[in-house]
């Protein structure tokens, strides 16, 4: 008689068998103690930025003898629009188209000639067009006062003195390198396989910059009209030097309406002030990351 023996596989294991006893954990995690001094610097950073907020809204809300009897910090008595119909009353709303068509014709201008430069600098064959390129930059080392001179020379002899395209031209000008900077830096973030996947495709110069180049520096392009649209609509020098009569003021010209030689308006140059960056901050909420990107080179990205 032959034995036998089977050895039977082992039984896995229960995962009940294993699992902890229901309950608090045996070591719960260290709770982190209140930071009383980040806390407290946040309240005073809230403070700082909300108190000349409330301040300018406040005013704006208030009839110039409320403002002069509460002040600055005073609680509103009686509220009332009167100051922002007052704005209107006194041409803001020409002054705010006038800025309009210089902002619009000015980033008309930049997007016509910062992109075609910028795949020039990137994709040119030519050994001068580097040079060129730097040379152009050379305006980024150029302020504006030092030349206010020369162009109101230029322009008065242009005859676009006191006229909307006299402050156009050299507001794009201005625009320009710091443009052509930011997208040829974003230009640059465009793998070279692609463009020569679409030349082997027999695409021509023209349809790789229009079907490839400007599909992937959309974030470039979006910095370029934020950063040009700011600079046209914030301009000052150049509207106070090179314009004159009433119908060519643009809005930080029109603010000077509410100073006279008996005092100053206060409420409804506050009213004007909010009116004229309401546009400026509307830009920045839709477009800062854009602007931000572009600013650190990675537009292309």
Known sequence: MSL???RQAPAPPDPAARAPPPGPHPHPPPRRAPNVLAGLGSLLWLVLVGLPLYVLLAATLQSRPDYQRSGPLGLPRHLTLDNYLDV?????????????????CVVVLVLLLVP?????VVRGARPGTLRVFRLFLLGLAVPAQAVVIPMFYVISKAGLYDNLIGVILPTAAFCLP?????????MREIPGELYEAMTLDGASTWLVF????LPLSRSGLSTVVVFSALQAWNGFLFPLVLTQSEDTKVVTLGLYNFQTQYGVNIPGLLAAVVLSTLPVLLVYLFARRALIQGLMGMGGK
């Open 4 to 6: 036998t023996t089977s």
């Open 88 to 104: 209107f009353d006194n041409g803001f709303g020409h002054y705010f188209l006038n800025t309009a068509v210089v902002t619009v």
């Open 116 to 120: 075609p430069l910028a795949f020039a």
């Open 178 to 186: 710091i443009c052509a900077l930011v997208l040829t830096g974003t």
């Open 210 to 213: 229009r079907r490839l180049v």
